[in-house]
């Protein structure tokens, strides 16, 4: 089993920055892409943000320039560090990492959601 364990958000004022982590931990055998998704209600998750196993990160084009992502795969983290948020930032964020173990192959997992507001 493979459990994600995710931590950071909450409500912020226009402006302000937050910080999203994400803890992988269970049968984890080799770890590829970790990234962050995000969802409002009556809409599809779109990616905010991910890193490849080698490194390269890709971000959407919404968050270029405002948020950094980065990954410890010793502590199979990956956390997202964004900075001057904005009202359309809202919405649930869930982080997703694809994980390899020898029972099952490549699998990929999400986390429970964090919620994150940007308001005055």
């Known amino acids: 089993q493979v459990h994600l364990v995710e931590s950071g958000g909450g409500l912020v004022q226009p402006g302000g920055s937050l910080r999203l982590s994400c803890a992988a931990s269970g049968r984890i055998f080799s770890i590829g892409t970790m990234g962050w998704y995000r969802q409002v209600p009556g809409k599809a998750r779109e990616l905010v943000a991910d890193i490849f196993s080698d490194g390269r990160p890709k971000y959407a084009d919404s968050v270029k320039g405002r948020c950094v992502i980065a990954t410890d795969t010793v502590q199979k983290t990956v956390v997202l560090q964004m900075n001057s948020l904005k009202p359309e930032d809202t919405a649930v964020y869930y982080c997703?990492?694809?994980?390899?173990?020898?029972?099952?192959?490549?699998?990929?997992?999400w986390g429970q959601g964090t919620q994150v507001t940007v308001s005055s």
């Open positions: 997703h990492v694809d994980i390899y173990n020898e029972a099952t192959g490549w699998d990929s997992y």
